[in-house]
């Protein structure tokens, strides 16, 4: 298993080129198997999130190619509609797959998913939004078994707005008799991303980035050459690096508008932010002042997957902050590490308590889960002296050459294999 050793205390100084989105390519690759059409995805990170549903693809029958960044998926030959426990265990978005596998075989055997533990993530909506669609349920050793002679559309009222239950309901929808409503929908801008994508290759999707999404089923499907949406997570981690490391970062290929929550909560801290199309500067030069209050919400509020990174950033701020949690009822778990390292928090049920110290010190820390160790890391770059980040590998889940890229911008990073 590899670790990260990290000497902290470097100011962070140059440019980024952001990822596709994580949370987009793996809906997007979801989609692929309702096609017989060749589709090409561009600049997708090399994460094992993407490669295990890669091979999960794989093992349905498709056939995917890397050439590059560049991933070409042919899934006219995808012939079993079984997603094996050892494969979906691995990946929590494998769920997502059951929408576009049952329209496509009309039958879908999937285990129950995997990801990271960070809490109950239970999956009931998107099986809630299939049996509206038509789709008989039943669970076995394990396994979620999804049969249905037909799918015919209808209005689905999601209990929250569900990321994975929308795209999944969405993918099923897409090739359905009539028309499909779905009400109380995610706004995410992957959803918005999914929904381009499927028009891309003939789908007739509208409503995505609202609460409401209409799909009226077509017949057929082509292919197409696709590029993602940017990262807004691994772009927002960049910045929250520059801000508690210090220096001037600016990030490529990224959009502002679908993180303008936490470049809000930023410019409050104290942080110069730069916006020029598809560019992003920050200027941190200073310790930076706490803000009072932050809480995660689904978009356009701030994003669960940027709390922990944005609470190491509280822990070293002037002030005091509290950091509800109102998605995830376990992802507080790095907090103990970064006590560690000398941060003052603590946690009482949703909520981090933070008084900010001078600086972290250098630490042995465990990644529990994918962005609590990304938190981890930041700490250990801003931290005084040398600290070693165990387990990466729930970080090489969601960040691409994530010390490369770190190292460019002058962070003293390296990966270690043990
Ligand atoms: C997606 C993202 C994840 C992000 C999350 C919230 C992907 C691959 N993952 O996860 O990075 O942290 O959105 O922005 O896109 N819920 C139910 N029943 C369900 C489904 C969800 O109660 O059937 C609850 C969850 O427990 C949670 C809330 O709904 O409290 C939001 O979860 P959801 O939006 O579904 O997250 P994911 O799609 O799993």
């Given at each position: 298993m590899d670790k990260y050793v990290i000497n902290g205390g470097s100011k962070l100084y140059g440019s980024v080129t952001v990822q596709a989105a994580k949370n987009s390519v793996l809906p997007l690759l979801a989609a692929t198997v309702l096609t017989d059409g060749e589709v090409t995805l561009r600049n997708v990170p090399g994460i094992t999130d993407v490669k295990n549903m890669v091979k999960i693809l794989t093992r349905l029958g498709c056939k995917a190619v890397f050439s590059g960044n560049d991933l070409i998926i042919d899934s006219s030959t995808a012939d079993c509609f079984e997603i094996p426990s050892e494969l979906a265990h691995e990946l929590r978005s494998s769920v997502f797959l059951l929408g576009s596998v049952i329209s496509r075989f009309r039958t879908a055997k999937i285990a129950y998913p995997g990801g990271c533990?960070?809490?109950?993530?239970?999956v009931d909506l998107h099986l809630t939004g299939l049996k509206k669609l038509g789709v008989e349920i039943t669970e076995e050793n394990g396994y979620i078994i999804c049969r249905c002679d037909s799918l015919r559309g209808d209005e689905i009222m999601l209990d929250c707005p569900s990321v994975g239950a929308t795209e999944n309901i969405m993918l099923a929808a897409v090739k359905a008799e009539g028309v499909t409503i779905i009400k109380n929908a995610a706004r995410e801008p992957e959803i918005e991303d999914l929904q381009r994508f499927l028009n891309k290759i003939g789908a007739n999707v509208k409503g995505a980035g609202s609460g409401t999404i209409v799909v009226r089923g077509v017949k057929q499907l082509g292919g197409c050459d696709y590029i993602p949406i940017p990262d807004r997570i691994e772009a927002g981690t960049f910045l929250i690096a520059a801000a508690m490391c210090g220096g001037e970062v600016e990030l490529r290929q990224a959009n502002a508008e679908n993180i303008s929550s936490l470049l809000h909560k930023l410019r409050e801290n104290g942080c110069k932010i730069r916006i020029n199309d598809d560019k992003i500067e920050l200027e941190s030069h200073r310790r930076l002042t706490s803000v009072k209050s932050i809480e995660t919400q689904p978009y356009p509020g701030f994003p669960t997957d940027l709390q922990a990174q944005i609470t190491a950033l509280c822990c070293i701020c002037r002030g005091q902050s509290i950091v509800t949690e109102n998605l995830f009822e376990t992802r507080f778990k790095y907090v103990p590490e970064l006590r560690k390292m000398g941060a003052d928090v603590t946690v009482i049920n949703r909520n981090a308590f933070v008084r900010g110290v001078e600086k972290f010190k250098g630490a042995t820390v465990v990644a529990h889960d994918l962005r609590g160790g990304a938190a981890l890391v930041l700490a250990a770059l801003a931290a005084d002296g040398r600290s070693e980040i165990l387990d990466i590998s729930h970080i090489d889940r969601g960040y691409g050459s994530f010390e490369y890229k770190l190292r460019g911008l002058g962070g003293d990073i390296v990966r270690v294999s043990v």
């Amino acid at each position: 298993m590899d670790k990260y050793v990290i000497n902290g205390g470097s100011k962070l100084y140059g440019s980024v080129t952001v990822q596709a989105a994580k949370n987009s390519v793996l809906p997007l690759l979801a989609a692929t198997v309702l096609t017989d059409g060749e589709v090409t995805l561009r600049n997708v990170p090399g994460i094992t999130d993407v490669k295990n549903m890669v091979k999960i693809l794989t093992r349905l029958g498709c056939k995917a190619v890397f050439s590059g960044n560049d991933l070409i998926i042919d899934s006219s030959t995808a012939d079993c509609f079984e997603i094996p426990s050892e494969l979906a265990h691995e990946l929590r978005s494998s769920v997502f797959l059951l929408g576009s596998v049952i329209s496509r075989f009309r039958t879908a055997k999937i285990a129950y998913p995997g990801g990271c533990d960070i809490g109950l993530r239970p999956v009931d909506l998107h099986l809630t939004g299939l049996k509206k669609l038509g789709v008989e349920i039943t669970e076995e050793n394990g396994y979620i078994i999804c049969r249905c002679d037909s799918l015919r559309g209808d209005e689905i009222m999601l209990d929250c707005p569900s990321v994975g239950a929308t795209e999944n309901i969405m993918l099923a929808a897409v090739k359905a008799e009539g028309v499909t409503i779905i009400k109380n929908a995610a706004r995410e801008p992957e959803i918005e991303d999914l929904q381009r994508f499927l028009n891309k290759i003939g789908a007739n999707v509208k409503g995505a980035g609202s609460g409401t999404i209409v799909v009226r089923g077509v017949k057929q499907l082509g292919g197409c050459d696709y590029i993602p949406i940017p990262d807004r997570i691994e772009a927002g981690t960049f910045l929250i690096a520059a801000a508690m490391c210090g220096g001037e970062v600016e990030l490529r290929q990224a959009n502002a508008e679908n993180i303008s929550s936490l470049l809000h909560k930023l410019r409050e801290n104290g942080c110069k932010i730069r916006i020029n199309d598809d560019k992003i500067e920050l200027e941190s030069h200073r310790r930076l002042t706490s803000v009072k209050s932050i809480e995660t919400q689904p978009y356009p509020g701030f994003p669960t997957d940027l709390q922990a990174q944005i609470t190491a950033l509280c822990c070293i701020c002037r002030g005091q902050s509290i950091v509800t949690e109102n998605l995830f009822e376990t992802r507080f778990k790095y907090v103990p590490e970064l006590r560690k390292m000398g941060a003052d928090v603590t946690v009482i049920n949703r909520n981090a308590f933070v008084r900010g110290v001078e600086k972290f010190k250098g630490a042995t820390v465990v990644a529990h889960d994918l962005r609590g160790g990304a938190a981890l890391v930041l700490a250990a770059l801003a931290a005084d002296g040398r600290s070693e980040i165990l387990d990466i590998s729930h970080i090489d889940r969601g960040y691409g050459s994530f010390e490369y890229k770190l190292r460019g911008l002058g962070g003293d990073i390296v990966r270690v294999s043990v």
